[in-house]
């Protein structure tokens, strides 16, 4: 893939998740062009001029709202839209609507001539990955998923809070399905350069409870922010941010996304949460962490439970 002096960012879906998306790139001065893709093409245009008017506070960046042709010679077209998660609804309950909406949408970018790389946060994630690869006939390493890292950022968050360490210096992975069978790491959890069972006693069972606990608090914290607010959309909208920095920077940086597994971890042919080296590229390695039985169990009951899905719904 050539490499240009411009960093372009075709967004697609301006809603909650996307808006937050083009102000975190904003302000932390990510891209230098940026088009907004919406089919309420007044909201588009509303939050490019909106966007526009923070230029004084930030660096350069062309902003405007456009369509699929802008797409064209864009290094990364960020997919946001879709139906949202309602209250009491999973993000595997999604899945019919929104592979639907997704061949529009990837059929339509690829008409355009794009030849970058696809990076989706839609939920279910995962599975909508998979199917924007399938659409969009790209080589693996350039079609990506948000994966599971929010709840990696979520994860890092609750364990800092609960030793009272910096998030930055808890190092911890989620993987699995973006949903409710996902698992988290605890055997290469580490807090600064100390493995957490070299600190606390694993086995204990008051230790078990609060691991649990936090695990809990990782997994339904979207279910618990839906009630109260409606919609998450700040902690995703700087995940893409970070992916997008990795890529336009080549920083070759181990970030939770979802990616094609090749055997990795004994799973084919299925997009799922994995910690991967992420450069310009896209995807230049999926890392395969050696997990104990338990998350090797763990592992397995996701991707059968993510491929039981796929089966019934890209089938059609």
């Not at 993000?91 to 690829?110: T, Y």
Request: hydrophobic letters at 40%; aromatic letters at 8%; a negative charge.
């Amino acid at each position: 893939m050539t490499i240009k002096c411009t960093n372009k960012v075709a967004l697609i879906g301006t809603g909650f998740v996307g808006s937050s998306y083009a102000f975190a790139l904003l302000n932390q001065g990510i891209a230098h062009e940026l088009v907004m893709i919406d089919l309420n093409k007044e909201k588009a245009d509303g939050d490019a001029r909106d966007l526009k008017h923070g230029l004084a506070f930030a660096s350069p960046m062309k902003i405007y709202a456009g369509d699929y042709s802008d797409c064209k010679d864009s290094d990364i077209v960020v997919i946001t839209a879709g139906a949202n998660q309602q209250p009491g609804e999973t993000r595997l309950d999604l899945v019919e609507k929104n592979i639907k909406i997704f061949k529009n949408i990837v059929g339509s970018v690829m008409d355009s001539g794009f030849n970058g790389i696809f990076l989706v946060a839609t939920n279910p994630v995962d599975i909508l990955t998979y199917a924007t690869w399938k659409f969009s006939g790209l080589p693996k390493e350039r079609v990506i998923g948000s994966g599971t890292i929010l709840d990696t950022a979520r994860l890092r968050y609750l364990v800092g809070e609960h030793f009272d360490i910096d998030t930055r210096n808890i190092h911890a992975y989620i993987m699995g399905e973006h949903g409710d069978t996902e698992f988290p790491v605890w055997s290469h959890t580490t807090i600064g350069a100390s493995q957490l069972n070299e600190l606390i006693e694993m086995e204990q069972e008051n230790v078990q409870k609060d691991l649990n606990d936090i695990f809990i608090n990782v997994r339904d914290a979207a279910y618990h922010i839906i009630e109260r607010k409606g919609a998450t959309y700040y902690g995703i909208a700087m995940g893409l941010a970070r992916i997008t920095k990795a890529i336009f920077n080549n920083e070759n940086s181990i970030l939770t996304v979802s990616a094609l597994l090749e055997g990795e971890n004994q799973e084919q042919d299925i997009y799922i949460g994995v910690p991967a080296i992420i450069n310009r590229g896209g995807v230049r390695k999926v890392v395969e962490l050696p997990l104990n039985e338990k998350e090797k169990t763990q592992f397995t009951h996701s991707a059968e439970t993510l491929k039981n899905v796929m089966k019934n719904s890209l089938e059609a």
